[in-house]
């Protein structure tokens, strides 16, 4: 029974996964402009935002052309590309640990607070659904994908063994 609680956990696990946001963090690689200049850089976030930094601490920002430009503060406080690129032109002062504005941080915090909100919205409204559904109840159904190795046998093919469903 242990064995089969960790795999339906983990089972669960894979699956909430893909329906939470789960930050990333490329850590500092090798990046590529059109041109083939290379630097070196990280990307990381989530979702509902993402900063782009050089080793130096440059923040830059892919432009629609393609290349990687330093930052600056468009009108409404966000990222946008100034004209400099990453490893062509030396930075601006001002792409150095940039910043979104406090206006835009809080859009963000707002848009985040709604999805949040959202999902728990939905969450109660599945629940309220399967509890009507089976009767008050609530059926969970979970796929389970079950694996027989060769070299540690689990599996008992003699009727009335000591594992009657072939498993234990």
């Given amino acids: 029974m242990k064995f089969s609680c960790v795999k339906v956990i983990i089972f669960n696990g894979f699956i909430f996964s893909f329906l939470l946001a789960i930050p990333f963090d490329s850590g500092f690689i090798e990046w590529q402009q059109p041109n083939g200049v290379t630097f070196t850089a990280r990307a990381w976030g989530d979702e509902f935002e993402m900063w782009m930094e050089t080793q130096d601490s440059y923040r830059f920002v892919q432009g629609v052309d393609g290349y990687y430009y ?99």
């Fill in 70 to 168: 330093y930052a600056v503060l468009g009108a409404n406080g966000d990222f946008v590309p100034s004209t400099n690129k990453v490893g062509i032109d030396a930075p601006f002062a001002e792409s150095y640990q940039l910043q979104r504005s406090g206006v835009k941080q809080q859009e963000i915090a707002d848009r985040q607070a709604e999805f949040e909100e959202e999902l728990r919205q939905n969450a109660e409204w599945y629940r309220q659904k399967r509890e009507a559904a089976n009767g008050g109840t609530v059926a969970v159904k979970v796929g389970v994908i079950l694996v027989d190795f060769a070299t540690s046998r689990k599996y008992k093919s003699e009727p009335g063994g000591e594992f009657p469903h072939g498993y234990k």
